[in-house]
């Protein structure tokens, strides 16, 4: 079993910056593993935000975060980081920090594991 365990999230305005933490326990995590960030609004479904794979740290984004957001994992301490920045009203969500074996997916039924959530809401 994997459990995930998410941080950071908060109220912020336009144009600045949130960090989100992710830290990551269980007996049968491994490096073969692949972590996602998604982020889910009221209404809408849970989307694919950013993932990176556990042993290399290839990176991969969705495209409208590209160059705003930066996915990363820091292995001696089991986390995974999200940082957001030049936030706009329209990043308001619930972001879930997600964990798969094998490669990474854009797909949110492709992960196993789940962490509860962080709310990040962006004012204009």
């Known amino acids: 079993q994997v459990q995930l365990v998410e941080s950071g999230g908060g109220l912020v305005q336009a144009g600045a910056s949130l960090s989100l933490t992710c830290v990551v326990s269980?007996?049968?995590?491994?490096?073969?593993?692949?972590m996602g960030w998604f982020r889910q609004a009221p209404g809408k479904e849970r989307d694919f935000v950013a993932a990176?794979?556990?042993?290399?740290?290839?990176?991969y984004y969705e495209d409208s975060v590209k160059g705003r957001f930066t996915i990363s994992r820091e292995i001696a301490k089991n986390t995974v980081y999200l940082q957001l920045n030049s936030l706009k009203p329209e990043d308001t969500a619930v972001y879930y920090c997600?964990?798969?074996?094998?490669?990474?997916?854009?797909?949110?039924?492709?992960?196993?594991?789940w962490g509860q959530g962080t709310q990040v809401t962006v004012s204009s």
């Open positions: 269980g007996r049968t995590f491994f490096s073969s593993y692949a």
């Open positions: 997600a964990a798969r074996r094998g490669v990474v997916s854009r797909r949110a039924t492709d992960y196993d594991y």
């Open positions: 990176v794979t556990w042993s290399s740290g290839i990176t």
